[in-house]
């Protein structure tokens, strides 16, 4: 029975995190200072990956403006949120963050 429990409270839930940028040309018209911003922002998200809380991330390449999405597995929401805001591109104010909750189906 505590088997149960405990693998009960361990479920990961799933959210997907889309990045705005501040134009639909960001993608190719980024000043130096937001290039190092987002140099900042693929490092940052590349460590979650690391530690397997980032299941993908990367750019989606939408012809009406590039931009970011990632699918991560954490606890609660609210770990979403924070994983969101303390991204380098969110704490500069150079682009904002949607957070929503996913029904991942997975490969077996």
């Known amino acids: 029975m505590q088997d149960d429990v405990s693998s ?34 693929a490092a940052y998200w590349r460590d979650k990956t690391d530690k397997g809380i980032a299941v993908v991330y990367g750019p989606v390449l939408d012809p009406r403006g590039v931009y970011g999405l990632g699918i991560i597995e954490v606890e609660d929401e609210s770990q979403a949120h924070t994983l969101a805001a303390n991204d380098p591109a969110a704490k500069t104010g150079l682009q904002r963050f949607e957070v929503y ?8």
């Not at 960001?26 to 140099?39: P, S, V």
């Not at 909750?101 to 077996?108: E, Y």
């Open 101 to 108: 909750p996913m029904r991942a189906v997975l490969r077996k």
């Open 8 to 41: 009960a409270q361990s479920v990961k839930k799933y959210f997907v995190i889309k990045l705005i940028p501040p134009r639909p040309t960001f993608a190719q018209d980024m000043t130096e200072k937001e290039r190092n911003i987002m140099k900042q922002h």
